[in-house]
């Protein structure tokens, strides 16, 4: 069955750092988008992602951090200098298509992101 | 502002005892309602989508149902392995522009643990 798959599972990094965390949506799927939930809170979203572009963004979702689809199969969710307060699961999901309904999304494992 | 709201936040039930999650939004024109499992340390995994009230799903010992106000999640005689945090998620209506592009917003998750 296909699945959402991230990597790496878990990054340590410096305050200050640069982290990319990386994803592979499932391969016919049009609509990406990163999530993230801090430890014992609830999952947040932070960008959606169409036709190469973000389509939607949330307020944590600064200048700080960006996005790529730099070819047909990776996704990945750039943070350029990495605070105390980014330390968080970061999770990707992918959704089939826009219909005139809800598609549900699928999430990969995660990447536990911690700044030290 | 649009809410999303789980009770209980734990749940301890003993093998074979039968209960319900319950999921109550205050959202305008629900695109969508998800229901999730999330096990420790791992990524949402998709169990449901409601789209209008009345509407009800099954699968193995889960039934989902939805009403205009609040969604239900009915577990029937569970056993140890069901134990894990439950999610709800709800899309919401296209923006101003009327695009849509399926940002969930999440309740804060019931916990439940199930005892042999």
């Known amino acids: 069955e296909p699945e959402v798959t991230q990597t790496p599972s878990h990054q340590v990094t410096q305050m200050g750092q640069e982290v990319i965390l990386r994803c592979v949506p499932i391969?016919?799927?049009?609509?990406f988008y990163w999530y993230r939930q801090i430890l014992g809170q609830k999952v947040e979203f932070l960008v959606s992602?169409?036709?190469?572009?973000?389509?939607?963004k949330s307020e944590i979702f600064d200048d700080q951090f960006s996005v790529e689809r730099p070819d047909g199969s990776n996704f990945t969710l750039k943070i350029r200098s990495t605070k105390l307060e980014d330390s968080a699961m970061y999770f990707c999901?992918?959704?089939?298509?826009?219909?005139?309904?809800?598609?549900?999304?699928?999430f990969g494992p995660g990447t536990r992101l911690t700044v030290l | 502002e649009d809410q999303v709201t789980q009770s209980p936040e734990a749940l301890r039930l003993q093998e074979g005892e039968s209960s319900s999650l319950n999921c109550s939004y205050t959202v305008s024109g629900l695109r969508g309602l998800f229901w999730y499992r999330q096990d420790p340390g791992k990524g949402p995994e998709f169990l449901f989508t409601?789209?209008?009230a009345g509407e009800e799903k099954e699968k193995e010992r889960l039934k989902a149902t939805l009403t205009k106000k609040e969604s239900f999640l009915h577990i029937t005689a569970p056993k140890p392995e069901d134990s894990a945090t439950y999610l709800c998620a709800v899309q919401l209506p296209p923006n101003a522009g009327g695009t849509s592009y399926g940002k969930l917003t999440f309740g804060q998750g019931t916990i439940l643990t199930v005892h042999p």
């Open positions: 999901a992918s959704r089939a298509r826009l219909a005139s309904g809800a598609n549900e999304q699928f």
């Open positions: 409601l789209y209008s």
């Open positions: 391969s016919n799927h049009l609509y």
């Open positions: 992602f169409y036709n190469n572009e973000i389509s939607e």
